[in-house]
Structure formats: structure tokens, C-alpha cells
């Protein structure tokens, strides 16, 4: 009997976008329920590899070390881990991110965020020339209370116009160093 043929990726990369840690560097439910999404894509072969993005924040631990660290005890090789451990808001995520898929030669990616922050992120993605799709985590309602989300979406009504000017005048990626 032949064996079944394994699913061709989507992607080179699934890139999962930080979230700030508790005080006590212990990752928040959003950051658990993104680490899961792209943990779920990874075992349903959408991509082979992982990128993890984001800093320091309130605690000395980067938010890319606790992601990794939850990826592996999901039982992902540290091979399959890179980790970008520098971007403190989206516009370094992206820009850092495509740095490392450039050095790697990977060109598309797979985003994991939450749903109200997808439509900035895959703009923000797409100006740094990463052949981008989105992957919202699921479980917001659950952990976030109908004001947090709705305040939520209300800071993104407002943020992805002002990245669309940053970038219209070139200055978003002066501020990283991608000219």
C-alpha cells in the first residue's frame, strides 16, 4: 500500500507576532492562543518552520524566548525555531521577520496574530515584500471582555490608517532601517 503523500506547504515560514508577557514573564492568554495556532499549522504541514517576533517588553524576558519555549513543549524541534527576539511593535516585527526570511531565502509567510490585529499586520507584512496570508487565533471572545475587544478594534481603526501614512512617506521604514 502506498504511503500517503504529505500535504505541500503553504508557506516557508509561519511567523507568530509577540504580545506582551504578565509582570511575571509568564505568557498572557493571547500569546498562549497564537503559540497554539501555529503550532496547529505546523502539524498540519502548512509550513516547516516557525518564526518567533517579539522583545522586551515590562519583563527581561523577549516574548520570542517564551513563545519558543512553548512551541518546543508542543513538541516542535528546536531545528524548526527561528526566533527574532528584538521587535518591540508590528512595524519590527515585519521588517525584522523579512530580514530573517531574506537571510534563510524563504519568501512566503503564513502570520499568526489575533484577528482584530491581521489586517495591519499582513499590510505591514506585504510593504517589506513578504508574500503574506493570515492566520487569526482563535479564542479572543474567550479571553478578552466585549469592551477590551471593542477597544481593540477601535485602536486598529486608528493604527492602520497611520501606517498606511508612514509608509506613504517613507518614513516606516526609516524608522527600521529598510530603505
Avoid at 504511503?3 to 505541500?8: L, V, Y
Avoid at 507576532?17 to 511575571?24: N, Y
Avoid at 505546523?42 to 515590562?58: K, P, Q
Amino acid at each position: 500500500m502506498a504511503e500517503p503523500r504529505k500535504r505541500q506547504p503553504d508557506a516557508d515560514v509561519i511567523v507568530v507576532l509577540g504580545s506582551k508577557l504578565s509582570p511575571d514573564g509568564r505568557p498572557t492568554p493571547s500569546l498562549k492562543r497564537r503559540v497554539a495556532q501555529a503550532v496547529r499549522l505546523f502539524r498540519e504541514g502548512r509550513a516547516e518552520n516557525l518564526l518567533l517576533s517579539g522583545g522586551v517588553h515590562d519583563h527581561p524576558t523577549p516574548e520570542a524566548e517564551v513563545m519558543a519555549a512553548m512551541a518546543r513543549d508542543a513538541g516542535i524541534g528546536a531545528e524548526n525555531i527561528v526566533i527574532e527576539a528584538r521587535s518591540l511593535n508590528t512595524l519590527e516585527n515585519a521588517a525584522l521577520s523579512a530580514a530573517e526570511m531574506e537571510k534563510r531565502g524563504w519568501r512566503r509567510a503564513i502570520v499568526v496574530t489575533d484577528n482584530f490585529h491581521l489586517p495591519r499586520a499582513l499590510f505591514t507584512f506585504r510593504r517589506f515584500g513578504v508574500e503574506v496570508t493570515g492566520s487569526a487565533a482563535p479564542g479572543v471572545r474567550a479571553d478578552m471582555s466585549v469592551k477590551r475587544i471593542a477597544a481593540a478594534w477601535a485602536r486598529e481603526a486608528v493604527a492602520l490608517p497611520v501606517y498606511a501614512v508612514r509608509f506613504l512617506s517613507g518614513r516606516a521604514k526609516r524608522v527600521v532601517g529598510r530603505e
